[in-house]
C-alpha cells in the first residue's frame, strides 16, 4: 500500500510547529529562520513557504497548536480563590519563553488573532466567574462583569506587555485583593 500523503503532510506540518516553536524558545524571534525550522523539522523550506508566508503566521499557527494547556476549572469555589487562580494562570502562561516570544512578536505585528486565541478565553471565564458572584451577592449587583474582568486582566496584561515590574502570582493576588475590594458590596 502507497504511503498517504494527507498523513505525511500533517506528520510534516506537526513537525514544521513544533520545530519553530522550539526554535523561537531556544534562539527568540529575531534569530529564527525559516532555513532552519525546515532542518529542524526534516522537511524542505519550500514546504513551510508553500503553507505559510513568513514566520509570523507559522508562529501564530505553533501557539495556535501547542499553546499553553488550559485545564477546566475545576469547579468555582471561593471568589477570591478562584479569581487569584485565573489571573496566576495568565501569568504562568506569558512568563512561558516559548510562548512570550511568540505573543510579543504577535503584538507587535498586530495579530488581532492573539486576542482571539490568548485573551479572550481567559477574560470569558473570568466573566462567568464574576457572573456567579454578582447572582450569589459576592460582589455588588451594579458591577458591570465585561469591565470588571478587564480590570482584573489589564494589569497583568500590561505588566507583561511593557515591563513594569516583574510578572509573578504575588502581582497577581495583589490585583484580586485590590479590585474585590472595589467590587464587594
Known sequence: ??????????????????????????????????EAVAARAGVGKQTIYRWWESKGPLLFDALVEFGPAEDEPPG?????????????EAVRQLEE?????????LVHEARTDL????????RMRLEE?????????EIRGDVDVPAAAELLLGPVYQRWLLRTGPLTGTFSDTVVSLALRALRA
Open 1 to 34: 500500500m502507497p504511503p498517504d500523503a494527507a498523513r505525511r503532510s500533517e506528520r510534516s506540518r506537526r513537525a514544521v510547529l513544533a520545530a519553530a516553536l522550539e526554535l523561537v524558545e531556544a534562539v527568540g524571534y529575531a534569530r529564527l529562520t525559516i
Open 76 to 88: 468555582w469555589g471561593a471568589l477570591g480563590d478562584d479569581l487569584r487562580r485565573e489571573l496566576r
Open 97 to 105: 519563553r516559548r510562548f512570550d516570544q511568540v505573543c510579543r512578536v
Open 115 to 122: 486576542v482571539t486565541l490568548l485573551l479572550t478565553p481567559r
Open 129 to 137: 466567574r464574576l457572573g456567579l458572584a454578582q447572582r450569589s451577592g
